[in-house]
């Protein structure tokens, strides 16, 4: 008997999704226990972000320095001058506002006693401005 043959089927067409070319792939190489050292340093010191605010430091306050004049007999002027050379001699320099501002500080020290003894020793000065000429 014959049988007869099944008809063929028709095979349809896959067509094949559009591939890059491939690129050869290339192994990583195991990173050498330099890197790997440089790389746990750089996460080390890496600054750890905080999302508090930082307070700005304050800046150093200087002191108001205050300008003024004075009246001084010049024999005591003179002293100024006196003690200025004997600084340069001891080898430093001062200028004649530290020397007074030193003898402030000094006077800072003495007891009222002292003060009262020292002041009492002083010619009396006029007060006030000469007369304009």
Do not use: N
Request: proline share 10%; hydrophobic share 45%; net charge positive.
């Amino acid at each position: 008997m014959a049988t007869k043959a099944a008809p063929a089927k028709k095979v349809a067409a896959v067509k094949k999704a559009a591939v890059a070319p491939a690129k050869p792939v290339r192994a990583k190489a195991a990173p050498t226990p330099a890197k790997v050292a440089r790389e746990a340093a750089r996460a080390i010191a890496a600054p750890v972000k905080t999302t508090r605010a930082k307070a700005a430091p304050a800046p150093a306050v200087r002191p108001h320095l205050v300008r003024d004049s004075f009246t001084m007999p010049e024999q005591e002027y003179a002293v100024l001058a006196t003690v200025k050379q004997a600084c340069l001699k001891a080898g430093f320099e001062v200028k004649k506002s530290e020397l007074l501002r030193m003898g402030v500080a000094l006077l800072g020290q003495l007891d009222t006693a002292s003060l009262r003894a020292v002041l009492d020793s002083l010619p009396q000065l006029k007060t006030g401005r000469p007369p304009g000429e």
